[in-house]
């Protein structure tokens, strides 16, 4: 069934996502804080049926389906409920569908503030950075009203592989960070598996192909490794982005009490990789502390 969706911050995330809602044939209204962009998208996709606005807000009226992929909290709590936010003109049992990585803090209060709007707020952060984006394979985990994500999942399908509920509000994010947590830690160990076998003079493509038919296979060491080898970063998932979300991870970590020594240890592995000029740089990018 086609809907009227919006959707708001059309980055290297949200751009390809969009393109895929209007792709599907939902009518597409995008809003990016920078108009001109937003205005490029839709040239890009004038064979389908978009528009541009102005504002969240306008963005939102007469949307059944509000999609979001800014940068931060802040970002978050400005298109939602600043002064323009798009809460503030959906209509009444309209869904904003957040696939901001944020804190689970805020997918919980804007849970509550949406409820007692009549609306309902979905915490849906995703895996698989741009290329995910790109070839609609992204991985969502959803924090939420039960019927409400059963609603969405026809609709946000469009763009992912996998769109899976894990609890209410705050859960999404929460899962978030446990794959970030993760992701952080295979990409050290690979890093350190890499450095460790070329400076013995051992070929690490060869070695790479053999080990990832065994129990030390991973996405980052089959689509990582190789280029980690040949000492390439300029693609993926940027280290200022990573170092955000570590954050995230670590500040919840703290209020729960729960430790993440290692996670903490590469984050500072990631400040180094920053200090060496490499925010924009891939993730896999840790290997450039260890040459």
Same mark, same amino acid.
Not at 212 to 217: E, F, R
Not at 261 to 270: C, E, K, M, S
């Given at each position: 069934?086609?809907?009227?969706?919006?959707?708001?911050?059309?980055?290297?995330?949200?751009?390809?996502?969009?393109?895929?809602?209007?792709?599907?044939?939902?009518?597409?209204?995008?809003?990016?804080?920078?108009?001109?962009?937003?205005?490029?998208?839709?040239?890009?996709?004038?064979?389908?049926?978009?528009?541009?606005?102005?504002?969240?807000?306008?963005?939102?009226?007469?949307?059944?389906?509000?999609?979001?992929? &800014?940068?931060?909290?802040?970002?978050?709590?400005?298109?939602?409920?600043?002064?323009?936010?798009?809460?503030?003109?959906?209509?009444?049992?309209?869904?904003?569908?957040?696939?901001?990585?944020?804190?689970?803090?805020?997918?919980?209060?804007?849970?509550?503030?949406?409820?007692?709007?009549?609306?309902?707020?979905?915490?849906?952060? &995703?895996?698989?950075?741009?290329?995910?984006? &790109?070839?609609?394979?992204?991985?969502?985990?959803?924090?939420?009203?039960?019927?409400?994500?059963?609603?969405?999942?026809?609709?946000?399908?469009?763009?992912?592989?996998?769109?899976?509920?894990?609890?209410?509000?705050?859960?999404?994010?929460?899962?978030?960070?446990?794959?970030?947590?993760?992701?952080?830690?295979?990409?050290?160990?690979?890093?350190?598996?890499?450095?460790?076998?070329?400076?013995?003079?051992?070929?690490?493509?060869?070695?790479?192909?053999?080990?990832?038919?065994?129990?030390?296979?991973?996405?980052?060491?089959?689509?990582?490794?190789?280029?980690?080898?040949?000492?390439?970063?300029?693609?993926?998932?940027?280290?200022?982005?990573?170092?955000?979300?570590?954050?995230?991870?670590?500040?919840?970590?703290?209020?729960?009490?729960?430790?993440?020594?290692?996670?903490?240890?590469?984050?500072?592995?990631?400040?180094?990789?920053?200090?060496?000029?490499?925010?924009?740089?891939?993730?896999?990018?840790?290997?450039?502390?260890?040459?």
């Amino acid at each position: 069934m086609k809907q009227k969706v919006a959707f708001l911050g059309l980055g290297v995330m949200g751009g390809p996502m969009a393109g895929h809602l209007a792709k599907a044939g939902h009518h597409v209204t995008v809003y990016n804080r920078t108009r001109s962009k937003a205005e490029q998208w839709q040239t890009q996709h004038a064979q389908w049926d978009v528009a541009v606005a102005d504002s969240p807000a306008s963005a939102a009226q007469q949307a059944e389906f509000i999609f979001a992929c &800014v940068g931060n909290d802040h970002d978050l709590r400005e298109v939602t409920v600043g002064p323009s936010g798009a809460f503030h003109a959906m209509p009444k049992g309209g869904v904003f569908v957040d696939h901001t990585t944020a804190s689970a803090e805020i997918a919980r209060e804007l849970g509550v503030q949406a409820q007692s709007m009549g609306i309902t707020f979905l915490d849906a952060p &995703v895996s698989g950075g741009q290329a995910g984006a &790109v070839n609609a394979t992204l991985t969502v985990m959803v924090g939420g009203d039960q019927a409400a994500f059963d609603r969405t999942k026809p609709v946000a399908m469009a763009f992912s592989k996998a769109f899976t509920r894990v609890g209410d509000n705050g859960c999404g994010q929460l899962a978030k960070m446990v794959n970030q947590i993760c992701v952080a830690g295979a990409i050290q160990g690979l890093a350190e598996g890499i450095a460790f076998g070329m400076r013995a003079g051992i070929d690490m493509k060869l070695v790479l192909e053999i080990i990832s038919k065994g129990a030390a296979q991973s996405w980052q060491m089959e689509h990582r490794g190789p280029t980690m080898v040949d000492d390439k970063f300029d693609f993926g998932f940027a280290v200022d982005w990573m170092r955000k979300d570590l954050g995230l991870c670590l500040d919840e970590a703290k209020q729960r009490g729960a430790l993440l020594p290692i996670t903490a240890l590469i984050d500072q592995f990631y400040g180094d990789v920053q200090r060496m000029g490499g925010q924009r740089w891939d993730t896999s990018s840790l290997i450039k502390r260890l040459r």
